[in-house]
């Protein structure tokens, strides 16, 4: 099963491609339009999942203080 993201990228990846094919401007202009509109699924994906894992994240431990050479 392919991830989603990856999913987005690679069909904004074939967007791009049609688009330098594309024999009119406004054509092209459209496939443009839907390669950004990929990528934006994907970043809100990628970003929707980081945060779902930030809440998870253990705390950082304190640090204690070292105690300086005994006389």
């Given amino acids: 099963m392919v991830k989603e993201t990856k999913f987005f990228r690679k069909q904004a990846r074939k967007a791009d491609a049609a688009a330098v094919r594309a024999p009119d401007t406004e054509l092209e202009a459209d496939l443009r339009a ?10 809100a994906l990628k970003q929707k999942k980081k945060n779902q894992k930030a809440p998870g994240k253990p705390k950082e431990r304190p640090t204690r203080k070292r105690r300086g050479p005994s006389k």
């Avoid at 839907?34 to 970043?43: K, N, S, V």
């Fill in 34 to 43: 839907l390669a950004r509109g990929f990528r934006a699924q994907a970043d």
